[in-house]
């Protein structure tokens, strides 16, 4: 059984559509596989419609947090997308992505980049808008050669020159508003510190302690090294170790089930999950 639990779509920041996602994550023979939008749950109809026979779906998003000053992203499975806190605080979230990617354009204005709003909108294509789009369109201009090289401290990555920050969730409140929504919490790529600062492994404990369900473990940004010492923290703290791809489409050069999850750790999520369930595929449209 093969289990992909961190993918995106153009709901937020990936390519394939919502539809094509699903469709592709059958090709690669994925089993199952979560649609994980940042801060929106609003791709889980076109997906669930579009399922082929024999995939299942598991609704999830991926939450913009920050602790102590470094930003962290959470992922939430299986809660109810109606539950009114969770919703307003992703909607919070959500509409702080426009005027923040304004101001970065600006920045990057000022640093002597033509990038504008303009050129950004056509590429997210109605997604949330995020750093990935305003990363690919340094990528159209020639100012990097690739997505990833635009998260470095010369360009988008946290403190970087053309940085703004967001409105991000404390993610121990994270954690309490998924759980009232009845949703399972996997600290996502923890340990990526090409994206910046990381969080310590005191916090991650704390987080166990506040109910975090689960890390992911197995990830494109974690080296062998990594994840054997993440593992080592998980079962230290009695987490659930996940795997996953964090597909993109073409937007990143990794594959839909680059890593996977264990099926036991995958049952214990939906054991743990009370607020939806995951969406069995009957052939699609």
Known sequence: MRIDLHCHSTASDGT??????????????????????????RGHAEA????????????????SCRTDGVSMHLLAYLFDPEEPALLAE????????????????????????????EQVERIA?????GRPHIASALVELGVVPTVSDAFT????????RAYVPKHETDPFEAIRLVKDAG???????????????TVPETTIAKLAEAGLDGIEVDHM??????????????????????????????????????????????????????????VPGTGGI
């Open 16 to 41: 394939d559509t919502p539809a094509e996602l699903v469709r592709n994550a059958a090709r690669a023979g994925l089993d199952v596989v979560a649609l994980t939008d940042h801060d929106t749950t």
């Open 48 to 63: 669930s419609a579009a399922l082929p026979e024999g995939l299942t779906l598991v609704p999830g998003a991926e939450l």
């Open 90 to 117: 992703r909607e919070l979230v959500r509409d702080d992505r426009v005027p923040r990617a304004q101001a970065m354009i600006g920045e990057l204005n000022t640093l002597g980049v033509p990038v504008t709003w």
């Open 125 to 129: 294509a109605g997604g949330s808008v």
């Open 153 to 160: 401290p010369e360009w988008l990555a946290d403190g970087g």
């Open 183 to 197: 949703g399972v919490t996997v600290f996502a790529h923890p340990a990526a510190v090409k994206r910046g600062r």
């Open 221 to 278: 940004d974690h080296d062998p090294a990594t994840r054997t010492r993440l593992r080592d923290l998980a079962g230290d703290l009695g987490l659930l170790v996940t795997g996953s791809s964090d597909y993109h489409g073409s937007r990143k050069t990794v594959a839909l089930g680059a890593n996977t999850t264990d099926p036991e750790v995958y049952g214990e999520i939906i054991r743990r999950a009370t607020g939806a369930f995951p």
